[in-house]
DNA sequence: TGATTTTACGATGGCCGTAATCATT
DNA sequence: AATGATTACGGCCATCGTAAAATCA
């Protein structure tokens, strides 16, 4: 099982087509076709089907494994790198948009001043983007936040060796338009909501699918989806009454209602995540950490 | 990276030698060494000093990548094997030493009595070797227990989509020689005994480094190292002195005292892992969890 | 019929083994 | 010296690209 055919195969997956693939790829048609054929043939079975291409059961499991397996490899080209490779002079701060505010500025500010040297940057992306950053070397340092219980870490894709330290916590706040039955509630139990519409906002607010996990629950139906990454535009969605969100901290929007979530009880927590970090990284880490 | 290539960097790093991983994996030296010289020169990094030869900081960073990545390829081909196969006749049973009991060897049996076309077996070995097996296929289903805090799941290495689901829980019980100054407490708390000598007994009580990690700290020196798998052989030990160990359920051996540990609250749990199922291995994984 | 995948085939490059060389104890 | 890693070299196999054939919509 090259790592090779592996990536191909995603991208034939992915894309659903062999010729779109290789053109991604940078191949012909023909050698996609023959590392599709070798890797069947290798695993004894159709990853495949074609016309309409899309991937057998098999083929799906393969996929499952297959994401992982090409993260943490170049998760660990990139990690032997820093190590081996000439002291960088650059380093890269990646944020989720909830995450990398003032304060995330005003360290990065300071840290910067201290060491003109180097280059510090700010990168502000989603969740994955920036733990599969984190991971695989082009983020030194990242300020991932999100929903969970008190005492359990944020989940991140897995990685290896990725160290990630909790910097803040805050109320994890529902959103309801005003005039929702809801609404008046001091604090609130997660399981009343399963059954009310969802705004999938993976960017900004909690993605709706560790939502169910948190409440053990397969409700939470999802109405619009909303890939932006500003909270205003989400609220005006709230409160036009297109769905409720699980946001952090409080709420203040017209027409929108923010009620702690109590039981189970969630935090919003922002954490900080690294691999093996350079010495700026380091120094940046720790004047986040203090 | 080719898998081959890490393959034979795990085995020389593990071995110490390129010559006996040459023989270990049907090589030559020079392809070893060629091997060994693609990698390093892919990565841009010397891995290993030689003679004698050691792995570099950049090479033991990159071993700590190598198996997980070698041990979830292969339990994606396993994965894929498992679904597209035929339909497999024989189960295999992997279990813990501790886990592996009267029970086990019960429920086995009546599930076999069921279905007697199909061949079960039962399969002792460590935790790791039964983990491992589950991963990579070797067995279809595994029985592990480990101590840990009631709310935390057993520690088991990443394999991508591994089920596990707790069938016993006992209190986790630490030995003592009778007389030690701490044998005659009712309950005890796992930060006082940091600084006691241990028995390093990972296959038949709680690995040191487990416990290190529960109890945040690094103490627990160890003494001696019990690989056995027998309770009976470190509780002589135990009453030796030559050290202490945190063991399942109570103890009941002459010259040996158990005090329940209560701060972190610990328990002994049994838990049953499994990844994809074949319809006779989910048979018999439903019999143990009724 | 047309788009798309598969097969055929020749050329290039990579990898292994044999054997000679080099280095370290 | 002797053990053990590296380099040199030749042969074999794998993989890619071009191009023709086959297949499904």
């Known amino acids: 099982m090259d790592p090779h055919l592996l990536r191909t195969f995603v991208a034939v997956a992915g894309t659903g087509s ?50 992982p397996i090409l993260l943490r ?21 990646g944020a989720t948009p909830c995450a990398g505010g003032a304060r995330a500025a005003a360290v990065l500010a300071s840290v910067q001043r201290a060491m003109p040297r180097v280059r510090f940057t700010l990168l502000v992306a989603g969740r994955a983007a920036v733990a599969t950053g984190v991971a695989t070397g082009t983020l030194d340092v990242g300020l991932v936040d999100g929903v969970t219980a008190p005492s359990d870490p944020l989940p991140l894709p897995d990685a290896g060796q990725l ?33 009310a519409t969802w705004i999938d906002a993976p960017e900004v607010a909690t993605p709706l699918p560790q939502l169910r996990a948190l409440a053990h629950s397969g409700g939470f139906r999802d109405g619009f989806a909303y890939p932006g990454t500003d909270t205003g535009g989400l609220l005006e969605l709230v409160a036009a009454g297109a769905g409720l969100a699980l946001l952090p901290g409080p709420v203040t929007h017209p027409g929108v209602v923010g009620v702690p979530v109590t039981v189970p009880r969630l935090v919003h927590r922002t954490e900080l995540v690294h691999g093996s970090l350079t010495p700026p990284a380091r120094a940046l880490a720790d004047a986040f950490r203090s």
């Open 18 to 67: 062999f010729s779109a693939a290789a053109q991604e790829l940078g191949y012909t048609q023909s050698a996609v076709s023959q590392q599709i054929a070798a890797l069947e043939s290798d695993l004894g079975a159709t990853l495949l089907h074609r016309r309409p291409v899309a991937p057998t059961d098999a083929g799906a499991r393969l996929l499952e494994h297959a994401g």
């Open 73 to 93: 490899l170049s998760a660990a080209r990139a990690d032997v790198a820093r190590l081996a490779g000439e002291p960088a002079a650059t380093v890269v701060l």
């Open 163 to 195: 160290v990630s330290s909790a910097l803040a916590e805050s109320a994890a706040v529902a959103a309801f338009p005003v005039g929702h039955p809801l609404a008046g509630r001091r604090c609130i139990e997660l399981a009343d909501l399963a059954d």
